[in-house]
C-alpha cells in the first residue's frame, strides 16, 4: 500500500524557516517524480514544487522560488521541502504528492499545517 | 497562470447523473485531471489525461473534453459520492487547480 507521510508542520514566525519531511513507502520511491501542494480555504489548491526521480531536476512555483527548496534522499525513501523567509500568505496545509506519469498526482499525504504568524 | 474555473456547487438526488465542468482561460490540449476531496482527507485521482479513470476509481465516474472545456461526468451518484471535486491542468506551468465544486445530495 503506497503511503506518504508529512511531518515537520507547525507555527513559525514570519521570516522564520521550517522544513517539512514526506517519509514515502509501499513503491519504489526512486522511480517516481514528486511534488508538493498546498492547500487554503481562500487560495484554494496550489502547486508549490516538483522533483524529478533522481533529484536533479526542479521546479518552483514564483511565489516560492528563491525562499523554497525541494530535495530528496532516495536511499531514506523521503523527500523535503525547506521553507525559508516565510510569509503570512505561506500559511496552508502542505501535501506530499507522487507525480503519475509527471502529470496529475496519484497519491497524496494526509497533510501537515503550516501557520505563519507572529 | 492558466485559470481553471468551476461552478461552486451543484446538488442532485441519488441514481441521477451529474456533469460537473471546468473551463480553462487557455488551452490545456488533453493534460486535465480531475479530483476527489472528501471533508478532512486529502485529495485522490479520478481521472488522468481528460478521459482516462485512474485505478480502483468506478466506472461510474467518466471525463471527457480537450482545449479549454472539460466534464466530470457520475453517473450514477452515489450518497459516497459527496465530496468536493477539482479540476487541475499540468500542459501550461504553473500546474493550476480549479476552485473545486462542492457536490450535495438531495
Known amino acids: 500500500e503506497v503511503q506518504l507521510v508529512e511531518s515537520g508542520g507547525g507555527l513559525v514566525q514570519p521570516g522564520r524557516s521550517l522544513k517539512l519531511s514526506c517519509a514515502a513507502s509501499?513503491?519504489?520511491?526512486?522511480?517516481?517524480?514528486m511534488a508538493w501542494v498546498r492547500q487554503t480555504p481562500t487560495k484554494g489548491l496550489e502547486w508549490v514544487a516538483s522533483i524529478s526521480t533522481g533529484g536533479g531536476n526542479t521546479y518552483y512555483r514564483d511565489s516560492v522560488k528563491g525562499r523554497f527548496t525541494i530535495s530528496r534522499d532516495n536511499a531514506k525513501n523521503t523527500q523535503y521541502l525547506q521553507m525559508d523567509s516565510l510569509r503570512s500568505e505561506d500559511t496552508a496545509t502542505y501535501y506530499c504528492a507522487r507525480h503519475f506519469n509527471w502529470e496529475g498526482f496519484d497519491y497524496w499525504g494526509q497533510g501537515v499545517m503550516v501557520t505563519v504568524s507572529s | 497562470d492558466t485559470v481553471l474555473t468551476q461552478s461552486p456547487a451543484l446538488a442532485v438526488s441519488p441514481g441521477e447523473r451529474v456533469s460537473i465542468s471546468c473551463r480553462a482561460s487557455e488551452g490545456v490540449n488533453s493534460y486535465m485531471h480531475w479530483y476527489q476531496q472528501k471533508p478532512g482527507q486529502q485529495p485522490k485521482l479520478l481521472i488522468y489525461?481528460?478521459?482516462n479513470l485512474a485505478s480502483g476509481v468506478p466506472a461510474r465516474f467518466s471525463g471527457s473534453g480537450s482545449g479549454t472545456d472539460f466534464t466530470l461526468t457520475i453517473d450514477p451518484v452515489e450518497a459516497d459520492d459527496t465530496a468536493t471535486y477539482f479540476c487541475?491542468?499540468?500542459?501550461?506551468?504553473?500546474?493550476?487547480f480549479g476552485g473545486g465544486t462542492k457536490l450535495e445530495l438531495k
Open positions: 487541475q491542468q499540468s500542459w501550461n506551468d504553473p500546474r493550476t
Open positions: 489525461k481528460a478521459s
Open positions: 509501499g513503491f519504489t520511491f526512486s522511480n517516481y517524480g
